[in-house]
Structure formats: C-alpha cells, structure tokens
C-alpha cells in the first residue's frame, strides 16, 4: 500500500475464476474494505478467447448485495433464477438484485468475438433494501457526453448531470472514461462521497500519482474535482459514493451482517442447490457451484476500512 497525500494506492492480486478467466481482484482489501457501497471489483482481461470458451461461471448464488457487469470487449450470456436470459455487450449494463436470495450463470456464449475485456462489480445493499425481493435489469443505452477527447459514460448513479437508469439504494456513482487521444481532463467530484479509480487499458496520472491496470486509487472525501491525465488512448472507471457505514460479513458470494446470517444462506443454498430461497436458473446445462466449507472460526463483521467488530 503507498500513501499519496489524502489518496491511497492500491495494489490488486490475481484470482482465478474457474479453469479458463483470471481476474484482478481491487476490493475488497486489507486495506480498504470498500468505496462507497462498491464492496467488490474484479477487473477481467483484455484476454484472447478465439480459441477458448471464455467465462464459464455455472449457477451460484448470492445474497444482500447487487451485481453490476460492465463490457470494454466480448459478450457475456446471463441467466437467473427469476427466468432472465440476457446477452450483454460492451457499454450496456447488467445490472442484479439479489435481496433475500437469488442465483445466477454467466457463460460466454460458443459464438463469441476473440475478445473478452470488462468489470464484475458489486454493492452491498443497505439494511433497508438487503431483505428485498430480487430483481433483474437490463440498459442497452446509459447517458454519456463528450467533453473534447474524453467520453463519460454514467453507468450507476449520477454524475454532473447525468443520472443512469439503473436503480440503486445508496447515493453512488460508477462511470467510465474513455479517452481517445493524449489528454488532460478535470472531473467534477462529489465532496460528501469517496471516490476509486482504476485504469482498465492503457495508462493514466490521477491526482499526481501514475495509475495502470491492476490498481486502485483510492480518493478520500472533501474532493471538489480530480484531474486524469493520458498520454493516448485509455479507459478508466471511476467508484464512489457516500461512505457505507453498515459492517459487513462478506463470505463467498454472501453479503451478510453476522456469521448466523451467512450459515443460514450456505446450508439454504446447499439444502438443495438452490431450493426455495434461490431458485433454480433454467436454461443452463451445468450443474450448480456447490459452496465451499466454512472456516474453522467465526466470521466477523468489518467496516469499510477493515476493522472487526
């Protein structure tokens, strides 16, 4: 972890998801639980899938938290337990709903393009949301300007005056920036919220610290603004939103608030891989993940800077 004035940069690690996709996961950290309700980004490729079936990630469950699949290359094929089916494609959204329970494939379809590049994100629902019912949407089309070399994508949330489609539970926003040529952009920031930046391809300078794919920038509260500075051609994702103050337990694919409440949700699951709680997902052929074992200890509570309660 390198400490840069009143921002935090963030190393992230390789973790494999299943035989054929690595991601770089950048949260959560030791370091830094979270940014805003963003509890979860996996950064995935630019890899080569010509000649490999690409994501393979068979039905799962989760639960307390929403999903958000964010394209740069490549197609993704969802289905859920509510009987969604949905190819998503670069620059729309997927966006999940879990609430109480829901599970989930996503596969890279047989016929697919040689790319597969992009973001799986989560946020963690609040109290007030997290016992809802799930649910499913689908943004072919989000709001966007272009402001000289650079294009802003509003994915979650709001940004200027922008606000996505998509329905969120906390004050947030996830957007992406893509820039075409060497440039030198100010972004506007919300001051009340935290911000995290990371470069998807190509190489940027946030805020005075050089910025790369693997990373995250973290951004501390009170910013008015932030300036992104490439050198060509870069896409970058920015993170943010008022400071998440709910502890969590974050095990496996469950967002929970106590160690019972994540027992509960592993043995509904694994009752019957599915069962009543999560349903079963129609039209995938392969068999469901079974969970892995709980630790041996008990699960603790965290804040979004990491400490236990």
Same mark, same amino acid.
Not at 53 to 65: A, D, E, Y
Not at 138 to 144: F, G, M
């Given at each position: +972890?390198?400490?840069?004035?009143?921002?935090? $940069?963030?190393? /992230?690690?390789?973790?494999?998801?299943?035989?054929?996709?690595?991601?770089?996961?950048?949260? !959560?950290?030791?370091?830094?639980?979270?940014?805003?309700?963003?509890?979860?980004?996996?950064?995935?490729?630019?890899?080569?899938?010509?000649?490999?079936?690409? +994501?393979? *990630?068979?039905?799962?469950?989760?639960?307390? $938290?929403?999903?958000?699949?964010?394209?740069?290359?490549?197609?993704?094929?969802?289905?859920?337990?509510?009987?969604?089916?949905?190819?998503?494609?670069? /620059?729309?959204?997927?966006? +999940?709903?879990? /609430?109480?329970? *829901?599970?989930?494939?996503?596969?890279?379809?047989? %016929?697919?393009?040689?790319? +597969?590049?992009?973001?799986? $994100?989560?946020?963690?629902?609040?109290?007030?949301?997290?016992?809802?019912?799930?649910?499913?949407?689908?943004?072919? *089309?989000? !709001?966007?300007?272009? %402001?000289?070399?650079?294009?802003?994508?509003?994915?979650?949330?709001?940004?200027? %005056?922008?606000?996505?489609?998509?329905?969120?539970?906390?004050?947030?926003?996830?957007?992406?920036?893509?820039?075409?040529?060497?440039?030198?952009?100010?972004?506007?920031?919300? =001051?009340?919220?935290?911000?995290?930046?990371?470069?998807?391809? /190509?190489?940027?300078?946030? #805020?005075?610290? !050089?910025?790369?794919?693997?990373? $995250?920038?973290?951004?501390?509260?009170?910013?008015?603004?932030?300036?992104?500075?490439?050198?060509? !051609?870069?896409?970058?994702?920015?993170?943010?939103?008022?400071?998440? %103050?709910?502890?969590?337990?974050?095990?496996?694919?469950?967002?929970?608030?106590?160690?019972?409440? *994540?027992?509960?949700?592993?043995?509904?699951?694994?009752?019957?891989?599915?069962?009543?709680?999560?349903?079963?997902?129609?039209?995938?052929? #392969?068999? =469901?993940? =079974?969970?892995?074992?709980?630790?041996?200890?008990?699960?603790?509570?965290?804040?979004?800077?990491?400490?236990?309660?």
């Amino acid at each position: +972890m390198t400490q840069i004035a009143d921002s935090v $940069l963030l190393p /992230g690690h390789d973790v494999p998801l299943g035989r054929w996709t690595t991601v770089r996961r950048l949260l !959560p950290q030791k370091e830094r639980r979270m940014v805003g309700a963003w509890c979860f980004v996996d950064h995935f490729g630019p890899d080569d899938v010509s000649s490999r079936p690409g +994501m393979q *990630i068979p039905p799962h469950p989760h639960t307390g $938290l929403q999903t958000v699949t964010w394209l740069a290359e490549g197609v993704i094929e969802h289905r859920d337990s509510l009987g969604s089916h949905q190819l998503i494609s670069p /620059g729309q959204l997927n966006l +999940m709903t879990s /609430g109480n329970g *829901i599970a989930h494939s996503e596969f890279t379809p047989p %016929d697919h393009p040689p790319g +597969m590049h992009g973001l799986q $994100l989560w946020l963690a629902l609040p109290d007030a949301a997290r016992h809802g019912p799930a649910t499913f949407e689908h943004h072919p *089309i989000l !709001p966007a300007l272009a %402001d000289g070399t650079v294009t802003i994508t509003v994915v979650a949330g709001s940004l200027a %005056d922008l606000r996505s489609p998509a329905t969120v539970h906390t004050p947030l926003v996830g957007a992406e920036l893509r820039t075409a040529a060497p440039s030198r952009y100010s972004l506007d920031l919300e =001051p009340t919220f935290e911000h995290g930046l990371l470069v998807m391809s /190509g190489s940027a300078t946030v #805020a005075g610290s !050089p910025l790369e794919p693997g990373s $995250l920038l973290y951004l501390a509260r009170g910013r008015t603004s932030v300036t992104v500075e490439t050198a060509g !051609p870069a896409r970058l994702f920015l993170l943010g939103g008022e400071p998440f %103050d709910e502890p969590l337990v974050m095990w496996w694919n469950f967002v929970g608030r106590s160690h019972e409440e *994540i027992v509960a949700a592993r043995s509904d699951w694994m009752a019957e891989l599915g069962g009543s709680r999560f349903g079963t997902v129609a039209g995938c052929s #392969a068999p =469901p993940l =079974p969970a892995p074992e709980l630790p041996s200890v008990r699960l603790r509570a965290r804040d979004r800077q990491g400490k236990t309660f």
